[in-house]
Nanobody, 124 residues
Framework: QVQLVESGGGLVQAGDSLRLSCAAS????????MGWFRQAPGKERELVAG????????YYADSLKGRCTISRDNSKNTVYLQMNSLKPEDTAVYYC?????????????????WGQGTQVTVSS
């Protein structure tokens, strides 16, 4: 069992930066690939970034590519999402998720554990 707790969301202005954190419980964090998803009101939950269990491989959705960095610290059981140059369309609830295995997964159904989400609101 893995429990995930996100933090770092908030209300910011367009152009600002935020760093989201996701702290995982349990000794097996390094056996899970991790993903950050977001869900805006009325929209599907979408994968915005993924990272392999070693951290060597990453993925970014086109919507955030060039504006965000996913990273992880397995010694701290934590995964991060650094977001820069935020836009109003980045407003959403951001979730981290864990998928057992080496490589990040593309689909929501492939993730085994989810955090409760953290709200990011970007004002124009």
């Amino acid at each position: 069992q893995v429990q995930l707790v996100e933090s770092g969301g908030g209300l910011v202005q367009a152009g600002d930066s935020l760093r989201l954190s996701c702290a995982a419980s349990g000794p097996t964090f390094s056996t899970y690939a991790m993903g950050w998803f977001r869900q805006a009101p009325g929209k599907e939950r979408e994968l915005v970034a993924g990272i392999s269990r070693s951290g060597a491989s990453t993925y970014y959705a086109d919507s955030l590519k060039g504006r965000c960095t996913i990273s992880r610290d397995n010694s701290k059981n934590t995964v991060y999402l650094q977001m820069n140059s935020l836009k109003p369309e980045d407003t959403a609830v951001y979730y981290c998720a864990a998928a057992y295995g080496s490589t990040w997964k593309a689909y929501r159904r492939e993730y085994d554990y989810w955090g409760q989400g953290t709200q990011v609101t970007v004002s124009s």
